[in-house]
């Protein structure tokens, strides 16, 4: 016998559910394709420079100790201007630039208790992902102290930890599109 629906739209285990059913986006982990109804992907659409700013500054507050987070997306998408919006949310008041020459950049964090760096990495000049592990930049992966950004992750896939978040950026004609 099926199981009734719950009167209540707040009940997660319904909305849930159908959320899922509503939002079916691409995988965006780890060598997926295809889609995955139990997988739940968001989107938000962005108008400027300030909204990805402001988004990304809201989307620090809930990340966790050891974050790995891969931006994905083309030339002029926001993925500096992403990287900037988390580092503010983190309490880093220093000027953020993309490493693209220097690869990696490490920024001491100030006002959180458990996070004490960003690490932020562009990955964009790289041949392959032993560029990155010369220079050190997995040993930062999942340590419980530091939150690491990497701009172009989808060329270093192999390297990133099985639970890294990836955020990708599309540019519409008048938005930015941010799948998380």
Request: proline share 3%; charged share 25%.
């Amino acid at each position: 016998m099926g199981e009734t629906p719950c009167r209540f739209k707040s009940c997660s285990r319904h909305y849930l559910g159908r959320l899922a059913q509503l939002v079916r986006a691409p995988r965006l982990h780890r060598g997926g394709r295809g889609f995955d109804p139990y997988i739940v992907h968001m989107k938000f659409f962005s108008t400027s420079e300030k909204q990805t700013f402001n988004f990304a500054k809201n989307f620090s507050k809930k990340l966790t100790d050891g974050a790995v987070i891969g931006l994905v997306g083309n030339l002029g998408a926001g993925k500096t201007i992403f990287t900037k919006g988390l580092a503010a949310g983190l309490g880093i008041k220093k000027n953020i630039t993309s490493p693209t020459f220097v690869l990696m950049k490490i920024y001491k964090v100030s006002e959180q208790n458990k996070i004490k760096n960003l690490v932020h990495i562009d990955a964009y000049r790289i041949k392959s992902a032993c560029d990155l592990t010369a220079i050190g930049a997995d040993e930062y992966f999942n340590r419980t102290d530091t939150i690491t950004v990497i701009e172009w992750a989808s060329k270093i896939k192999k390297i990133l930890p099985k639970k890294t978040k990836f955020v990708k950026i599309s540019i519409n004609k008048a938005s930015r599109i941010i799948n998380y």
